[in-house]
T-cell receptor, first 109, second 113 residues
Framework: RKEVEQDPGPFNVPEGATVAFNCTYS??????FFWYRQDCRKEPKLLMS???SGNEDGRFTAQLNRASQYISLLIRDSKLSDSATYLC??????????FGKGTTLSVSS | NAGVTQTPKFRVLKTGQSMTLLCAQD?????MYWYRQDPGMGLRLIHY???????AKGEVPDGYNVSRLKKQNFLLGLESAAPSQTSVYFC????????????FGDGTRLSIL
């Protein structure tokens, strides 16, 4: 089983849609969790950290389910500018973060 | 602050040539990383460092060497470049605390002919 698994997509949605991405991780000792965004041919950039109680940042909501080893990202009212690849990232209390391969989102008008 | 700076941005090499990629960070981060990213493969960790003078192997270390002589700099070397090393290389750094994210440089696009 891969350490961090994501549905690669692509997810093709119209503007204004709500879209959800899921991610599972294999190591139950994982301690911290993040969602990154990567635009084509650019570096990954932190979108948001994921907290145990769930957290929201504008149109973005992240959830963590430690029992199921599952992380989610919900994007409401999708914009064209949300088109990107979204990376699920896990820290297993080690020195390196573990990156999923990413889920590609394409928002169309 | 500049954050994480990578040089060069682009480079074309011939098979067998050597080169060094430089990563510099001005955030006083303890940890630094080198990744490569290839189409459909995601980010793969090459080497990393947990402090000045220390380095460790990641997932795909073969064909690369690294050095961390100064805390702010992390160098990635290719001693004898091969076409399989054509890739986009990203450097990242982060604070020591486990709940801190990584910050990335904007990448080096390397082609080996």
């Amino acid at each position: 089983r891969k350490e961090v698994e994501q549905d690669p997509g692509p997810f093709n949605v119209p503007e204004g849609a709500t879209v959800a991405f899921n991610c599972t991780y294999s190591n139950s000792a994982s301690q911290s969790f993040f969602w990154y965004r990567q635009d084509c041919r650019k570096e990954p950039k932190l979108l948001m950290s994921v907290y145990s109680s769930g957290n929201e940042d504008g149109r973005f909501t992240a959830q963590l389910n430690r029992a199921s080893q599952y992380i989610s990202l919900l994007i409401r009212d999708s914009k064209l500018s949300d088109s990107a690849t979204y990376l699920c990232v896990v820290n297993q209390a080690g020195t390196a973060l573990i990156f999923g391969k990413g889920t590609t989102l394409s928002v169309s008008s | 602050n500049a954050g994480v700076t990578q040089t060069p941005k682009f480079r074309v090499l011939k098979t067998g040539q050597s080169m060094t990629l430089l990563c510099a960070q001005d955030m006083n981060h303890e940890y630094m990383y080198w990744y490569r990213q290839d189409p459909g493969m995601g980010l793969r960790l090459i080497h990393y460092s947990v402090g000045e003078g220390t380095t460790a192997k990641g997932e795909v270390p073969d064909g690369y060497n690294v050095s961390r002589l100064k805390k702010q700099n992390f160098l990635l070397g290719l001693e004898s470049a091969a076409p399989s090393q054509t890739s986009v290389y990203f450097c990242a750094s982060r604070e020591q605390l486990s709940n801190q994210p990584q910050h990335f440089g904007d990448g080096t696009r390397l082609s080996i002919l």
